[in-house]
């Protein structure tokens, strides 16, 4: 269950299911209700000991009509009910209004603040305001419960779908947006509970089932998955392993680039040297040992250096600085080799507006800031106050640079330009917030080049199982590289824990990696 939806994509295989004649849209509402429930129960299983008091805020739309569903099947359970409405009962959608009726058959229907003003001795509050129909800011009684959740006056709030007010695709609200203590979604996740500041308004994340056939669009969004083992096993030669060529910076500068190199050799590449300029040769080679090193001084040795066929990938970038990498960029990139470009090498592209050759064997995998010189525009557009999420800016991104996009955050996108696009959320049970250390970028970089650089072909599900292809400077292909890397990458922070920092990352590989294959 890896795909996760807009809200477009979520109505349209709801309609599909409907007019297939499997499901209709109130046996849906009724499962989303009763799924509701469940996740309460198991979330605070202390509620289910004996029937609490609950306050359940429906608005104008479905949203409001599973919050009906939740009322009548608490107050089944013997809960005392109260149920704030936003909007009429004329004015609700089919669903939603026969729900209201069930509900008004047993209970009262009160105006939004009277509900919120009586909450403060509440078990759980339901937020069954808005869910992805939510189109605009929120105003009076439901901002206000926006503002009073997001204080932090209520406790135990349980959001159905969304937290009120938050956008479901950027996961950014929309003016304010309520917070909760769980959210509960149906069939599949969508963007914006994984983006931005949607996890903190999630709080905790349940998916539930509700029975939902329609297969999903093939051009989804997808999550990050751990990656097999077989895809990762070493084999052979180190020669079949793969040479990776890390571009190092001068004098006082080759700390990020040999981090970076670390995790490439980690990662598993057989070989993997550093392209030092004279002036850093020493200070390299008195910190290293099974990495290599060869002396890059210009655009001339690289050139030279790059004869080797074996040499299945570059990273640029990393303590590179800004004139060297705008000198062996164009090099770099002449002959299609697979090339991370991160750091000073993402500089360097944006000072020559991305002009430079860029290929599919590209892998760009910027931060914030370098997302914002290398796309100002798609950047803005997905900033705080922009329509566009960071999905489609990565994605928008890739095809404009024909390249891998990998644009980082705890909610690291990336996107290949024939519009594939991946998600790593490090929040909820992936968390990893000690990857905020200077570094950590550099150590990515070095696993994504690594990975490039091994000499064997990724494994796909009809191969998997079998030999792995050998075929020298054959590595995994970029998308597959970017998306393995950062689930690895995260995978190490995870197992160290507290006091990370990036020169642990490259250490922590061996356990993630005997993990995947234990
Ligand atoms: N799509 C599906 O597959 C399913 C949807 N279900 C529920 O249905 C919800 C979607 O229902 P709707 O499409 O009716 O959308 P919502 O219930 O999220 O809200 C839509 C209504 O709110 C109004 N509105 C939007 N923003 C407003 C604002 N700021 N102030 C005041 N009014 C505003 C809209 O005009 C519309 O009337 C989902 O979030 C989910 O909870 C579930 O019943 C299960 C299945
Ligand atoms: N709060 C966080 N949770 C999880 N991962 C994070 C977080 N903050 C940053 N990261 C990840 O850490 C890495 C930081 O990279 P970068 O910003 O380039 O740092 P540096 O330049 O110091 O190496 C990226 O892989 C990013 O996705
Ligand atoms: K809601």
Known sequence: MTEILTSAQMRALEAREIESGRATGRALMERAGRGVVAALLAHWPALGN????????????NNGGDGFVVARLLRNRGWQVAVGMLGTAEGLPPDARANHDLWRSMGRVAALDAVLAGCAGADVIIDALFGIGLSRPLEGAARRWAEMSAAGLAARVLA???????CAERGQPIGVAARAALTVSFHRPKPGHYLGAGPDHCGALE????????????????????PAAADLAK???????????VLCGGYGRSGAARLAARAALRIGAGLVSLGVPGSAQMEVAAQITALMMQRIEGAEDLAAALTDRRLGALCLGPGLGVARAAELLPVALA??????????????????GLRAPLHSGCVLTPHGGEFARLFPDLAEASGSGGEMSKVEATRQAAVRAGA???????DTVIAAPDGRAFLHAACYERAAPWLATAGSGDVLAGMIAGLMARGHAPLDAATR???????AAQGHAPLNAATMATWLHAEAARGFGPGLIAEDLPEALPQVLAGLAG
């Open 207 to 226: 998916i539930v089932d509700i029975g939902i056939q329609a297969p999903c669009p093939e051009a989804v969004l997808r999550r990050v998955e751990r």
């Open 160 to 166: 159905i779908d969304l937290p009120s007010g938050l």
């Open 50 to 61: 004996q029937p609490g008091k609950a306050v359940v805020l429906c608005g104008p739309g």
């Open 465 to 471: 199982g079998h030999a792995p292809l050998h075929a």
């Open 235 to 245: 084999v052979g030669h180190k020669f079949d392993n793969g040479h990776a060529l």
């Open 335 to 352: 002959d299609g080799r697979g090339c991370v470009l991160d750091a000073d090498a993402l500089t360097a592209l944006a000072e020559v």
């Open 404 to 410: 891998v996009v990998l644009y980082k955050g705890p």
